[in-house]
Structures are given as C-alpha cells and as structure tokens.
C-alpha cells in the first residue's frame, strides 16, 4: 500500500490567497484526521472524520479553515483567506477504527508558507 | 486539555547505549502510543499500550504503563544512528471524545 499521500509537499503563498491540502486516506480505513504542527504549539489535532462524516472540528482555529471529505479516499483542508500565523505543516493521518484513540498512519505532510 | 508531557525534551546519547523517555499525563486514559518523527518527515508509529497492560515489547523498544503515577517510559536498547528522531506520546482520555492528544515530543540524537 502507498500509504497516505498528501499533496502539494509544499506550498509558499501571499496573504490572502486560498490554500487547499490534500489526502488521500489508505484504502479500507474509516477514520481520517488533519493536524498541524508548528514549534510553539506542537502537534494539534484540526478536525477529524468518521466514514466521512466530520465528527470533531473543535480544533478547526476559525471560520477561515474549512474540511472536507466528499468520499472515502478523498479529503481537502482549505485556508481562506491565508494569513502568515498559519505557516505550519499540515498533517493527514488514517486509522482502520472508527474511533479516534487507536493507531493512525501520517502522511508526510505539506509545509505551508505564508508570506 | 489533557497533554501527554515527555521528558526529557532532548537527549543525546552514544551508539550502542540505552535510551528512556517518559511520559506523563493528567487524567485517565484508555490507551497511551508511541510515535516517532524522523526529520521532515510524518509521523510513524511504533506501539500501543492499553490501560490494562503494564509492559509491551517490540524489537528494541520496551514500553511500560504506570497509571497509577500517570506515568509511561519508552525505553530503545542498543540505540543506532538511525533511531535518531523525535519520539511523541500520544493519549486519548477515557470517557473523553476519543481523540489523540500529543505531547511536545522528546529529541533523541544518538551518535556514532
């Protein structure tokens, strides 16, 4: 299996422009979860899904962060409008649980630049 | 919110010596993992250990659970150059949301 693949590998933008990440899960899996890790913050979890279905957006920063899964081998974390502070990289795992606590497979993630 | 917290933040070690990271949390838990960060790269998993269990092995690496202190350690024998990374524990909170929280990591270098 190629494990999870996440496009672009990086991404260099002006402020104010759209950014839209991408994840492809592993194959069978029904969980699948975006996390961004920066030094100050560490590694936080954004938003997660359950057979496609957004079961918790708690840690979604603001209403410029949107996700979405519209099947189950596809998934966009979209920033609109950019802003340098979320500079960050940008994480897609998958689990083959429904729930979030069991094991999860990362993709390599994108590193995202704001200017 | 409930955090894993390693300790130490960094370690430095010499080829062929033993390596132990902590980890400690807040409140109770279902399980406790393991992850590993190699520079630049994702995150990669390297065990689970449940609430029930005390100790679990893999190759190398020797985790306990100490819930009573709120407590684990990972512990790498016979460290390598290439076991050089960042290592996370990661916590989901019993009765909680069911969601992993990391910890800020430990850096590990360990050096030929």
């Known amino acids: 299996d190629a494990g999870v693949i996440q496009s672009p590998r990086h991404e260099v933008t002006e402020m104010g422009q759209e950014v839209t990440l991408r994840c492809k899960p592993i194959s069978g899996h029904n969980s699948l979860f975006w996390y961004r890790q920066t030094m100050m913050r560490g590694l936080e979890l954004l938003i997660y899904?359950?057979?496609?279905?957004?079961?918790?957006d708690s840690g979604m920063p603001e209403d410029r962060f949107s996700a979405k899964m519209p099947n189950a081998s596809f998934s966009t974390l979209k920033i609109q409008p950019s802003e340098p502070r979320d500079s960050a990289v940008y994480f897609c795992a998958s689990s083959l649980y429904r729930v979030g606590s069991e094991t999860q497979y990362f993709g390599p993630g994108t590193r995202l630049l704001v200017l | 919110s409930q955090q894993g917290e390693e300790d130490p933040q960094a370690l430095s070690i010499q080829e062929g010596e033993n390596a132990t990271m902590n980890c400690s949390y807040k409140?109770?838990?279902?399980?406790l993992q393991w992850y590993r960060q190699n520079s630049g790269r994702g995150l990669v998993h390297l065990i689970l250990i449940r609430s029930n269990e005390r100790e679990k092995h893999s190759g190398r690496l020797r985790v306990t659970l100490d819930t009573s202190k709120k407590s684990s350690s990972l512990l790498i024998t016979a460290s390598r150059a290439a076991d050089t990374a960042s290592y996370f524990c990661?916590?989901?909170?019993?009765?909680?949301?069911?969601?992993?929280?990391f910890g800020k990591g430990t850096k590990l270098t360990v050096n030929p």
């Open positions: 899904f359950n057979n496609n279905v957004p079961i918790d």
């Open positions: 409140t109770s838990i279902n399980n």
């Open positions: 990661a916590t989901d909170m019993k009765g909680g949301s069911e969601k992993l929280v």
